[in-house]
């Protein structure tokens, strides 16, 4: 996490100075408003993929880890939609060393089922946006999450196409 803050300060606090200089001084509210939020979100999606990647690495070099599974796959990837977008998710498949069923530490940590690619958060936003409109705009309603390939169903769900 420490390394997207660094980069943030570095980079993107200059990226929002010339928006603020650009749009925001020009008068031109909506252009800032839609750039200072992409700027926000990819920050985010940094922090996000970043501390995956730190837990992921803190599982591997547990004493636990060590003592009991093996490392069965060392890089599977994964990708998971966010409210900040597309996360590519590397992680270590672990057998145990005592035989039973192999695990994804890092997806049993943070919570996500073996085949989810949709999180939790973007579920949960298409189902309250299915409460409040009508079903087809529930799906085509979310301003700036790419969603193609999945529908709200009536029930609530989600299902792929």
Same mark, same amino acid.
């Given at each position: 996490?420490?390394?997207? &803050? &660094? ?11 010339? &928006?603020? %200089? ?7 509210? +909506? ?7 992409? $700027? ?13 990647? %730190? ?15 093996? $490392? ?33 530490? +890092? ?35 979310? &301003? ?7 529908? $709200? ?9």
């Amino acid at each position: 996490m420490y390394n997207s &803050i &660094i980069d943030f300060i570095e980079n993107d606090t200059t990226k929002i100075k010339k &928006i603020l %200089e650009k749009y925001l001084f020009a008068g031109n509210t +909506l252009r800032f408003e839609e750039d200072l939020m992409h $700027v926000m979100i990819e920050f985010g999606r940094k922090i996000y993929q970043e501390r995956l990647k %730190e837990i992921e690495e803190n599982i591997r070099q547990s004493e636990f880890r060590k003592k009991n599974y093996y $490392v069965e796959h060392k890089a599977d990837r994964r990708t998971l939609l966010t409210t900040f977008g597309n996360l590519q998710i590397e992680r270590a498949y672990y057998k145990p060393k005592n035989g039973g069923k192999s695990v994804y530490f +890092l997806d049993k940590y943070v919570g996500l089922a073996p085949h989810d690619k949709v999180s939790l958060a973007v579920k949960t936003k298409f189902v309250e946006e299915a409460v409040e409109t009508s079903y087809q705009k529930g799906g085509e309603n979310k &301003i700036d999450l790419i969603v193609r390939g999945y529908c $709200v169903r009536r029930n609530g769900r989600l299902q792929t196409s």
